[in-house]
């Protein structure tokens, strides 16, 4: 069974403050993702990761950066915390192929930035 | 990019009834459709999902079905039960999300 554990389950953190997100995955999945997911708004990538020290923008990555060195790790980190950034972070890995898998998600971090 | 819509946002039937989400997409080669359900407080799981070399697909009491032509896609739930309630949320290729659709199934 497919598990994806995350660092925290709630965080508050002061604006200006650099955040970091842990998420670990532990079925050797090549690609892992962070999303943000906002009432009304669904889920939004914000950087995905093809394989160790790669990584690509997704749709909304101002103000965020990741970090891949080891294969099951992706870290999300906001050099500096904004307001606007208060949100639930998901992350989620995939088994790599030729073909589309099944995303397996995080339990979520909900970010509380003051 | 891809650009995913999805309709109802709220949608609230009768234990029993059959509930229908739609969804269209904007990238004409986009060929994979997932559907997820998040309960509350809990993360999002894959209910079912179609590539685009079929029309319809169906497990139980869910199917989905998806027209390449017109870019849309729908997941059809039926004989609702009080434990469908949850937000559903289609997606197009792998990323790409709708907005969600929070059902209620009223006993």
């Known amino acids: 069974d497919v598990k994806v554990t995350q660092s925290s389950r709630y965080l508050v953190k002061r604006t200006g403050e650099k955040v970091f997100l842990e998420c670990v995955q532990d079925?050797?999945?090549?690609?892992m993702f962070w999303y943000r997911q906002d009432p009304g708004l669904g889920l939004r990538l914000i950087y995905f990761s093809y394989d160790v020290k790669m990584k690509e923008k997704g749709d909304i990555p101002e103000g965020y950066s990741v970090s891949r060195e080891k294969k099951e790790r992706f870290s999300l980190i906001l050099e500096s915390a904004s307001t606007n950034q208060t949100s639930m972070y998901l992350c989620?890995?995939?088994?790599?192929?030729?073909?589309?898998?099944?995303?397996?998600f995080g339990p979520g971090t909900r970010l509380t930035v003051l | 990019g891809e650009n995913v819509e999805q309709h109802p946002s709220t949608l609230s039937v009768q234990e029993g009834d059959s509930a229908v989400i739609k969804c269209t997409y904007s990238d004409s080669a986009s060929n994979y459709f997932p559907w997820y359900k998040q309960e509350l407080g809990k993360r999002p799981q894959l209910i079912i999902d179609i590539r685009s070399n079929v029309g319809e697909k169906k497990d139980q009491r869910i199917a989905v079905t998806l027209n390449k032509t017109a870019k849309h896609f729908s997941l059809h739930i039926t004989e609702t039960q009080p434990e469908d309630s949850a937000v559903y949320f289609c997606?197009?290729?792998?990323?790409?999300f709708g907005t969600g659709t929070s059902l209620t199934v009223i006993p």
């Open positions: 997606a197009a290729s792998q990323f790409y």
């Open positions: 079925m050797d999945h090549e690609n």
């Open positions: 989620a890995s995939v088994r790599g192929g030729p073909s589309y898998n099944e995303q397996f």
